[in-house]
């Protein structure tokens, strides 16, 4: 992805780049609603958009409180999502 990732219990939340801006997960079923709002537009990579995530422009994220909102919105839709099954070794 060219960033920083941002993972919880495995599953990946959001990510960061210089470039980019900041990539969230917001979920297949919320993203039409999300792609509405100013600064967002759709994660693309290789010509392709990927289902589930928006990246979001500097701007949508300039505050504390903006920031705060986008990030709650991929921890949100990570706690809709089933225990994923972790390998506790490394065979």
Same mark, same amino acid.
């Given at each position: 992805?060219?960033?920083?990732?941002?993972?919880?219990?495995?599953?990946?939340?959001?990510?960061?780049?210089?470039?980019?801006?900041?990539?969230?997960?917001?979920?297949?079923?919320?993203?039409?609603?999300?792609?509405? %709002?100013?600064?967002?537009?759709?994660? %693309?990579?290789?010509?392709?958009?990927?289902?589930?995530?928006?990246?979001?422009?500097?701007?949508?994220?300039?505050?504390?409180?903006?920031?705060?909102?986008?990030?709650?919105?991929?921890?949100?839709?990570?706690?809709?999502?089933?225990?994923?099954?972790?390998?506790?070794?490394?065979?």
């Amino acid at each position: 992805m060219g960033g920083l990732c941002f993972m919880l219990d495995g599953r990946m939340c959001c990510s960061v780049s210089g470039r980019g801006g900041l990539l969230i997960r917001v979920g297949a079923t919320t993203q039409d609603k999300v792609l509405r %709002e100013a600064h967002v537009r759709p994660m %693309e990579m290789r010509g392709r958009t990927v289902a589930g995530f928006v990246r979001v422009a500097s701007d949508g994220y300039s505050t504390d409180a903006a920031l705060k909102k986008w990030i709650d919105r991929g921890l949100t839709f990570l706690a809709t999502l089933p225990p994923k099954q972790l390998a506790d070794d490394r065979r």
